[in-house]
C-alpha cells in the first residue's frame, strides 16, 4: 500500500511498540515472514517488565521451562522459578540470537498513535520523529505503570518512598524503621529478604492473599547439560508444567477442589506463625484463585519476627507517623509501595486514537473491551498483546505465542488478498464479548469474595480469561476474515 509521501516520517510496514517479550516475540515472527518492521522502545534498554522491576529476590512465579519462548529454549535456567536478572538477560540473548537488535530504536516512547483515513496508516509521533506504517502491534505489557495510592497526608512525609518497580538501591534500609504498604506479588518476594537489615518493619495489608509453597530448587549443572544433550527432556517438562497449570485453572471451578488447595494455604501459614493472633490476621476471607494466587517458603516466617508488626490499611500518614485504618501509629524511616500496576485501566490506552480521533480510553470509558484480547473495533490494522480478557494462570508465553500466531496470520492474509484495513466487526465484537462475560460470571474471580485488579472501576471483569488456554490457543490458531469488516 503506498503512503502519503511525507518527507519527516520514516515509512515501514509493521510497527511494534514495547520490546518486552510480547515485543521481541513479534519482531522474531516479523523478520521470519519478511515483513518490514521497526520496534520502538520508550527505553534505553530492553527487557520490559524484567528491565523495570529489580527490587530484592525479585523473580518469576511460572517455572523458568514454561515462562521462555517454545521456539528458544533456554537450557541453562539456574533455578526451576528464573530470578529476573536471567529472565531479562533471557529477553536480551534471544533478541540477539534471532537478529532483531538492528530493527529497534530506544529512546522513542510513543507518544500517540493515530489513524489517519487518507492515506489509511498509522501515524506513531515520538520524541525523535514521527513514524508511518500500515499495521500497529502494541507490545506495552499490562504490568506497566505502578500505582501509587492516594493517601490523606503524604505529602507531609519527609523520609524515603518509592515503589517496589521503581525500587531505590542508593538507599540503605540497614537498622531504618520501614512501612511496606500492600501484600501483592512484589511485597512477598521483597519484604522476606530485607527484613533481617531493618530495625522495625510494618507491614499495611487490606487483605491478606493466599501464599502456597514455592516448589523452588536449583537446577544443577547436570540436568542443565542433560537439558541440553536431551531438548525432548525440556520440551517434556515444558508440557508437564502446562498441564500442571491447566490443572489448577481447572480445579478453581470446582469448590472441593479449592478447599484442597485452601487447606494447602492455611498449612503454610501455620508452618511459619505460631502466634494465633497473627495467623487470624494472615488468613484470606476469600475463595482462594479471587486474587493473583502467590507463592513463597519465607513470607510466613519474616511476618513472625519479632521486630515486625502487621496492621490494617493506611488511613493517613501525618509527618513521619503512618496510621492505620483501625488507628494504630507507627513512625517510619521509609515508605516503599507494595500496589501493583494500573491492569484493568492501562495508561497507554490514552495515547492510541481510533478511526474517529477519540482515545481509545474514552472509547472503553474504564471497561476495556476487545476480541479475543487482539484486536479492537474502530481501530483498524491494530493488535493487541496480552489485551483485555486474556489472563489466566498460566505462562504469558503461551498467551503470547497464540495471538502472535493469529496477528501473523491477519497480516499475511491482508497482504495475499490484497486488502488495505481490517476491523473486527461489531456484532463478531458483541457476540464474542457477552459470551465471555455470562462465562466469567460463575468464576471465582467474579464471586470469591474478593476486590482485586481483575475487576475495572465499572465493576467488570475486563482482564480474566474464563475458559482453557487449549480454547484460547485453538481460538487465536486460525485467523477467520469473516469475522472482519474489510476495505481494498
Given at each position: 500500500?503506498?503512503?502519503?509521501?511525507?518527507?519527516?516520517?520514516?515509512?515501514?510496514?509493521?510497527?511494534?511498540?514495547?520490546?518486552g517479550?510480547a515485543g521481541?516475540?513479534?519482531?522474531?515472527?516479523?523478520?521470519?515472514?519478511?515483513?518490514?518492521?521497526i520496534?520502538l522502545?520508550?527505553a534505553?534498554?530492553?527487557?520490559?517488565?524484567?528491565?523495570?522491576?529489580?527490587?530484592?529476590?525479585?523473580?518469576?512465579?511460572?517455572?523458568?521451562?514454561?515462562?521462555s519462548?517454545?521456539?528458544?529454549?533456554k537450557?541453562d535456567?539456574?533455578?526451576?522459578?528464573?530470578?529476573?536478572?536471567e529472565?531479562?538477560?533471557?529477553?536480551?540473548?534471544?533478541?540477539s540470537?534471532?537478529?532483531?537488535?538492528?530493527?529497534?530504536?530506544?529512546e522513542?516512547?510513543?507518544?500517540s498513535i493515530r489513524?489517519?483515513?487518507?492515506?489509511g496508516?498509522?501515524?506513531?509521533?515520538t520524541?525523535?520523529?514521527d513514524f508511518?506504517?500500515?499495521?500497529?502491534v502494541?507490545a506495552?505489557?499490562?504490568?506497566?505503570?505502578?500505582i501509587?495510592?492516594?493517601?490523606?497526608?503524604?505529602?507531609?512525609?519527609?523520609?524515603t518512598?518509592?515503589?517496589s518497580?521503581?525500587?531505590?538501591h542508593?538507599y540503605?534500609?540497614?537498622?531504618?524503621?520501614?512501612?511496606?504498604?500492600?501484600?501483592?506479588?512484589?511485597?512477598?518476594?521483597?519484604l522476606?529478604?530485607?527484613v533481617?537489615?531493618?530495625?522495625?518493619?510494618?507491614?499495611?495489608q487490606?487483605t491478606?492473599p493466599?501464599?502456597?509453597p514455592?516448589?523452588?530448587?536449583?537446577?544443577?549443572?547436570?540436568?542443565?547439560?542433560r537439558?541440553?544433550?536431551?531438548p525432548l527432556?525440556?520440551?517434556?517438562?515444558?508440557?508437564?508444567v502446562?498441564?500442571?497449570?491447566?490443572?489448577?485453572?481447572?480445579?478453581l471451578?470446582?469448590?472441593?477442589?479449592?478447599?484442597r488447595?485452601?487447606?494447602?494455604?492455611?498449612k503454610?501459614i501455620?508452618?511459619?506463625?505460631k502466634?494465633p493472633?497473627?495467623r487470624?490476621?494472615?488468613?484470606p476471607?476469600?475463595?482462594l484463585?479471587?486474587?493473583?494466587i502467590?507463592?513463597?517458603?519465607?513470607w510466613?516466617?519474616?511476618?513472625?519476627?519479632?521486630?515486625?508488626?502487621?496492621?490494617?490499611?493506611?488511613?493517613?500518614?501525618?509527618?513521619d507517623?503512618?496510621?492505620?485504618?483501625?488507628?494504630?501509629?507507627?513512625?517510619?524511616d521509609?515508605i516503599i509501595f507494595?500496589t501493583?500496576?494500573?491492569?484493568s485501566n492501562?495508561?497507554i490506552?490514552?495515547?492510541?486514537?481510533?478511526?474517529?480521533g477519540?482515545?481509545?480510553?474514552?472509547q472503553?470509558?474504564?471497561?476495556p473491551v476487545?476480541?479475543?484480547?487482539?484486536?479492537?473495533?474502530?481501530?483498524?490494522?491494530?493488535?493487541?498483546?496480552?489485551?483485555?480478557n486474556?489472563?489466566?494462570?498460566?505462562?504469558?508465553f503461551v498467551?503470547?505465542e497464540?495471538?502472535?500466531n493469529?496477528?501473523l496470520?491477519?497480516?499475511t492474509t491482508?497482504?495475499?488478498?490484497?486488502?488495505?484495513?481490517?476491523?473486527?466487526?461489531?456484532?463478531?465484537?458483541?457476540?464474542y464479548?457477552?459470551?465471555l462475560?455470562?462465562a466469567?460470571?460463575?468464576?471465582?474471580?467474579?464471586?470469591?469474595g474478593?476486590?482485586?485488579?481483575?475487576?475495572?472501576?465499572?465493576?467488570?471483569n475486563?482482564?480474566n480469561w474464563?475458559?482453557t488456554t487449549f480454547y484460547?490457543?485453538?481460538?487465536?490458531?486460525?485467523?477467520?476474515i469473516?469475522?472482519?469488516?474489510?476495505?481494498?
Amino acid at each position: 500500500m503506498s503512503h502519503r509521501s511525507d518527507s519527516t516520517a520514516t515509512n515501514t510496514d509493521v510497527i511494534v511498540i514495547g520490546s518486552g517479550f510480547a515485543g521481541v516475540g513479534a519482531a522474531i515472527k516479523l523478520k521470519q515472514q519478511g515483513i518490514d518492521f521497526i520496534l520502538l522502545e520508550k527505553a534505553s534498554e530492553m527487557g520490559g517488565v524484567w528491565r523495570d522491576n529489580h527490587y530484592p529476590d525479585c523473580g518469576c512465579d511460572v517455572p523458568s521451562a514454561l515462562y521462555s519462548y517454545s521456539f528458544a529454549p533456554k537450557f541453562d535456567w539456574s533455578h526451576f522459578f528464573a530470578k529476573q536478572a536471567e529472565i531479562k538477560q533471557y529477553t536480551l540473548d534471544t533478541a540477539s540470537t534471532f537478529g532483531i537488535l538492528p530493527y529497534i530504536k530506544f529512546e522513542h516512547e510513543a507518544l500517540s498513535i493515530r489513524w489517519h483515513a487518507e492515506p489509511g496508516c498509522w501515524e506513531i509521533a515520538t520524541p525523535k520523529g514521527d513514524f508511518r506504517c500500515n499495521y500497529v502491534v502494541m507490545a506495552s505489557g499490562p504490568m506497566h505503570t505502578p500505582i501509587l495510592p492516594k493517601i490523606k497526608g503524604l505529602e507531609t512525609f519527609r523520609g524515603t518512598t518509592f515503589h517496589s518497580a521503581r525500587w531505590n538501591h542508593d538507599y540503605d534500609l540497614s537498622g531504618k524503621r520501614v512501612a511496606v504498604i500492600g501484600t501483592g506479588a512484589s511485597a512477598v518476594q521483597f519484604l522476606p529478604k530485607i527484613v533481617d537489615k531493618v530495625s522495625a518493619l510494618t507491614l499495611f495489608q487490606r487483605t491478606p492473599p493466599w501464599i502456597l509453597p514455592k516448589m523452588d530448587v536449583r537446577i544443577s549443572k547436570t540436568w542443565q547439560n542433560r537439558f541440553r544433550r536431551f531438548p525432548l527432556l525440556l520440551r517434556l517438562l515444558r508440557k508437564a508444567v502446562y498441564y500442571q497449570f491447566e490443572l489448577l485453572n481447572s480445579s478453581l471451578k470446582f469448590p472441593f477442589l479449592v478447599k484442597r488447595l485452601e487447606a494447602t494455604g492455611i498449612k503454610n501459614i501455620h508452618r511459619g506463625v505460631k502466634d494465633p493472633a497473627l495467623r487470624e490476621k494472615l488468613t484470606p476471607n476469600f475463595s482462594l484463585g479471587c486474587k493473583r494466587i502467590l507463592m513463597s517458603n519465607t513470607w510466613y516466617r519474616a511476618l513472625a519476627k519479632s521486630h515486625v508488626q502487621v496492621l490494617g490499611g493506611v488511613a493517613e500518614i501525618s509527618g513521619d507517623t503512618v496510621i492505620s485504618q483501625d488507628g494504630a501509629r507507627c513512625q517510619v524511616d521509609a515508605i516503599i509501595f507494595a500496589t501493583g500496576f494500573e491492569v484493568s485501566n492501562p495508561p497507554i490506552a490514552e495515547r492510541i486514537y481510533n478511526k474517529e480521533g477519540i482515545a481509545l480510553s474514552e472509547q472503553w470509558q474504564g471497561s476495556p473491551v476487545s476480541y479475543y484480547g487482539t484486536t479492537v473495533e474502530k481501530c483498524p490494522n491494530l493488535f493487541l498483546t496480552l489485551g483485555p480478557n486474556l489472563y489466566t494462570f498460566s505462562s504469558a508465553f503461551v498467551m503470547i505465542e497464540a495471538q502472535l500466531n493469529y496477528i501473523l496470520s491477519a497480516i499475511t492474509t491482508i497482504g495475499k488478498k490484497k486488502l488495505k484495513t481490517l476491523e473486527v466487526n461489531a456484532d463478531a465484537n458483541r457476540h464474542y464479548n457477552v459470551r465471555l462475560q455470562s462465562a466469567l460470571a460463575k468464576t471465582v474471580w467474579n464471586i470469591g469474595g474478593c476486590t482485586s485488579y481483575f475487576i475495572d472501576k465499572n465493576g467488570l471483569n475486563s482482564t480474566n480469561w474464563p475458559w482453557t488456554t487449549f480454547y484460547m490457543r485453538r481460538k487465536l490458531g486460525k485467523f477467520e476474515i469473516r469475522d472482519y469488516s474489510v476495505s481494498e
